[in-house]
């Protein structure tokens, strides 16, 4: 944004983008007229990810454990075409995405940083790789889960399964706020549901107008 000297923003996202655009939200809510974050809260705590789910739950970040692994590691880095397409259909199985549609995202998974960006994220939401210690201070910030305060919208989908009514986060957002439960929907709203999305879009910049 400031190389774009674009000075505030309405953020919105889904998976990390949404992580981003709540980290944003949170930190520098300066910059944020509003955000639009499907799946709602997902600050990273990483004392709550040292505890254990549901096994169903478990079953579901499966990935996580094997890229834990250096064979996880060696396996991401030689088949992640075909692993993020199975994530896709997995995340997102009523959405009958075309071969054309996944690989012009597929293209970015060639970024010579990707395989340790995702990697590294991933060990350190298990505890299991340090992060960056210039960012400690935000980190612990973030910890605490600081609240929301900019107007924003929350959009859940099947995906989310009984998190879907967003009651678990609602307290986390203490400005203009709302909920969207979109059903038939996966993991991958943006794309599933544009319309949706970029109505929540428009929708929550009317919110930044009036608070």
Known sequence: ?????????????????????????????ERCKA??????????????????????????????YYFATERGRLGYSQNRHDFNKLIWRNGSPKWDFDDATYDRTAASFDNPDHVSIVIHNYRWRLSLAKGEPRYDELEEKLSQGPV?????????????GPAADGKGYARRFSGKYSH????????NVPQEAPEAFAKAVLEVDGYSRWS
């Open 180 to 187: 969207r439960i979109l059903e038939g929907i996966g993991h």
């Open 148 to 160: 929301i305060t900019v107007p924003a919208i929350t959009i859940a989908s099947d995906f989310d």
């Open 35 to 64: 955000i639009v974050a499907v799946s709602g809260y997902l600050i990273t705590n990483l004392k709550a990810n040292l505890q254990p789910l549901p096994p169903a739950a478990e079953y579901g970040w499966w990935y996580q």
């Open 1 to 29: 944004m400031d190389a774009l000297k674009i000075e505030k923003a309405i953020i919105a996202g889904f998976d990390w983008g949404a992580r981003t655009t709540d980290v944003m939200a949170a930190l520098w809510p």
